[in-house]
């Protein structure tokens, strides 16, 4: 089973170091389309190392009915995520026109902040050349002049993340102002679960907003240049209070030929992890497979969910969830996130 973008589904690619992973906007990540597979590695060499991935969500309404949304491979046209952010005025509501506008890509690198940011350092300062320091001019990224920092009338009025470099409180690049960027190239997303159809899962939606920030980072060391970062902000913008709720990532990883994967966990560092049940991976399915030697492939959660605040530092203990947790006993109060729960 493949996964099939919809129509018009935009994609765009982390690609500055030793992976070239394809992000959807409506979450996917990897996914099948005519340009094949979508997580390369190493890049270059037509290996791939996963299928498709996302965000599995699901929570208990105050009616006690389970509500979900979930990436799949988006097969047969079903989908639970769509592109765009929800009005936060409780509704969650989005429609189809503010859906197509954020149905795109946002990619920016730090070469290209730091260029930024010096030439407008340059021209503030009196003893700084700008003839001399950018004698072929300087021109803004597109990316900088389409950055979505201020959402639409009634959406959240800090949308996607920027460093305001004059600080008067509005995002304009010709002021210098830039986007905010994690590692060395990043990219930028929002996708929500509220714009019909629902259908992979058919339930109600949850009003979830998603904000999706993959980067990585280029030139630290071998396994750094093959590592693949994802942050999330996850948002609910409806009036449901849902508890239990539970957020989990989907990842069909297919190590080069699917059919040799073995899987395993490793709770205590929070990883998910696949390797080939043979010292040679040959071609399957119509990919190729890794060769002699083949690599294994871990999913770590670095942070999770952060864990309900109860203004104290949570003891750091043996027992779930401290012991693979997040910020237990280090004297920070309600900084506490959970780790891997389950698989």
Known sequence: LVAVPAAGQAFGYLDVNDVRARFFSNGMVGGYSPQ???????????????????????????TNELRTSVTFYNAMGRRDFHPGPLTNDGTASITQDISDTFDRIWNVSRMEVDQHLAYHNCMNDPLCDLAT???????????????????PVGFDGDLAPYFDYNGDGAYDPEDGDTPCIFGDQQLFFVFNDMLPPHTETLSEPLGIEVKAMPFVFNGHGPAMDQTVFLRYLIVNR??????????GFFNDKDLGCANDDFIGTDPSRNMQYVYNWSDFDIPCLGNPGYGENPPAMGMTVIKGP??????????????????????????????????????
Request: glycine residues 18%; charged residues 15%; hydrophobic residues 30%.
């Open 238 to 247: 409806s009036q449901e209070t849902y508890d239990p709720m539970y957020i």
């Open 133 to 151: 320091e950018f004698p072929d001019g300087y021109e803004i990224p597109t990316s900088f002049l389409d950055w979505p920092a201020n959402g």
């Open 36 to 62: 094949g597979l979508g997580f390369e590695v190493p890049q270059g060499q037509g290996v791939h190392a996963l299928n498709s991935a996302g965000l599995w969500l699901g929570g208990i309404d105050g």
């Open 306 to 343: 952060p864990m309900d605040p109860n203004s104290q530092d949570d003891p750091a203990t043996g027992l779930m969830p401290s012991w693979n947790g997040y910020g237990f006993g280090d004297g920070i109060v309600d900084n506490e996130r959970h780790g891997l729960s389950t698989s």
